[in-house]
């Protein structure tokens, strides 16, 4: 079969990759030969997908898994070097819980709900910014980049005249196409960026969570550096990709627009429903078998990878109803594996959330004429990052 995740087809650009959705339809776990001939699985259905998230059997450590796809970091084995120190998500307990457990403070929902009025702001000062400018506006770069972005620079003490900086590098880190070499300039910028960030605050402490992570004392210089670089790539990447697709999304579907226009109580359940419809997480993430496990009468050897579809996955008819019907009032939208499951599970969940629901609301509130300038075939597909969206997203009012 051709390379994961697949591509997508720029007629129907929010459904998932035709390889994977076909492959779904086989069944909930299939047999995947990955690139360096590793014979591992892809998992399609729901409850397996769930189930290998929360069972401990399962490692997330990089060294101990293969890669479905290329990526800058991949050796010739297949698979990567061990998770880097402060790099957690990629870590089991106790190595992950330790980390976790000083990250969890900070982003509890009381906190994340304090950040509110300040996130309303930053949506308001670009919607006003918008208008100034006047149509047409490329949205990804006027609206869904900007928000988070600078929400994940307040909250980690980066300054915002650097964003540009930030927004650049990560691109070229998420872009499967890059070479390694030019992927790994980028996060040597980053990491020589961040370093003297640390050291700054090392010195000039203040309100944010990098002076509070050195604060509770116990992390070292490299530890700081690449827990920041994860969050501030992690921070904006995401939503801001969400951001815009979802608004794609939502101007192709009118009959869903005007009902959420219409009624403000539906904007958290459309918010779930568009991680689940939309899945911009193309695969992932990957697990190793630490031991031999059988789960759906399938036995997964010990050292073999599977990997989650998580655009096939968010769509099992097994679990959903009208799985490929974007219902912004599905009371089961919250059930999707968007933002993982388990110990894992995202971090930055309840940041992402109150982004979307403030940004989606006061755009379309701002903007009730809101609607593509151009014909939707020609909005380009982030076909070829790790994070899928769109690369421009041209509107007019």
């Not at 998500?89 to 982003?107: A, I, S, V």
């Not at 969050?231 to 995401?238: F, M, P």
Request: hydrophobic fraction near 45%.
């Amino acid at each position: 079969m051709p390379p994961l995740p697949g591509r997508r087809d720029p007629g129907r650009p929010f459904a998932p990759p035709a390889d994977l959705a076909r492959l779904g339809a086989t069944g909930p776990i299939v047999p995947l030969t990955f690139p360096d001939g590793h014979a591992g699985w892809l998992v399609t259905g729901y409850d397996l997908a769930r189930a290998i998230l929360a069972d401990p059997r399962f490692s997330a450590r990089p060294d101990l898994r293969h890669s479905p796809m290329s990526r800058p970091n991949v050796r010739p084995g297949g698979t990567a070097a061990p998770a880097a120190p402060g790099w957690f998500p990629g870590m089991d307990p106790p190595e992950h819980t330790r980390y976790r457990r000083l990250l969890t403070g900070q982003f509890t929902v009381r906190r994340m709900k304090r950040l509110e009025p300040r996130i309303a702001q930053i949506v308001d000062d670009r919607l006003a910014a918008m208008a100034a400018a006047g149509p047409p506006v490329d949205l990804v770069r006027a609206f869904a980049l900007p928000i988070p972005s600078l929400v994940i620079c307040d909250l980690l003490g980066v300054p915002y005249e650097d964003h540009a900086f930030f927004e650049e590098q990560t691109d070229i880190l998420v872009d499967m196409t890059n070479s390694e070499t030019t992927a790994m300039t980028a996060m040597a910028g980053l990491a020589g960026y961040l370093g003297d960030l640390v050291a700054r605050k090392r010195t000039h402490p203040a309100d944010d969570l990098i002076s509070g992570l050195i604060g509770a004392g116990g992390l070292t210089d490299e530890e700081l550096v690449n827990i920041a670089m994860l969050l501030l790539v992690a921070g904006h990447e995401t939503t801001a990709n969400m951001l815009a697709l979802g608004t794609f999304a939502l101007l192709r579907h009118p009959d869903r627009l005007h009902a959420f226009r219409a009624d403000t109580s539906q904007t958290a359940t459309a918010v779930e429903e568009l991680m689940r419809y939309l899945s911009i997480i193309h695969v992932g993430p990957g697990r190793a078998a630490l031991e031999d496990v059988e789960l759906g009468g399938t036995t997964i050897r010990a050292g073999e990878t599977v990997i989650l579809a998580l655009s096939v996955i968010n769509r099992d008819p097994g679990r959903f109803a009208e799985p490929g019907a974007l219902r912004l009032d599905r009371a089961d939208a919250g059930q999707h594996l968007s933002f993982g499951h388990g110990v894992h599970q995202c971090l930055g969940q309840q940041l992402a959330r109150i982004e979307m629901r403030i940004g989606y609301r006061a755009l379309f509130d701002r903007f009730p004429t809101l609607r593509l300038a151009v014909p939707p075939e020609q909005v380009p597909l982030r076909e070829n990052a790790m994070v899928y969206g769109v690369w421009r997203l041209p509107v007019t009012w």
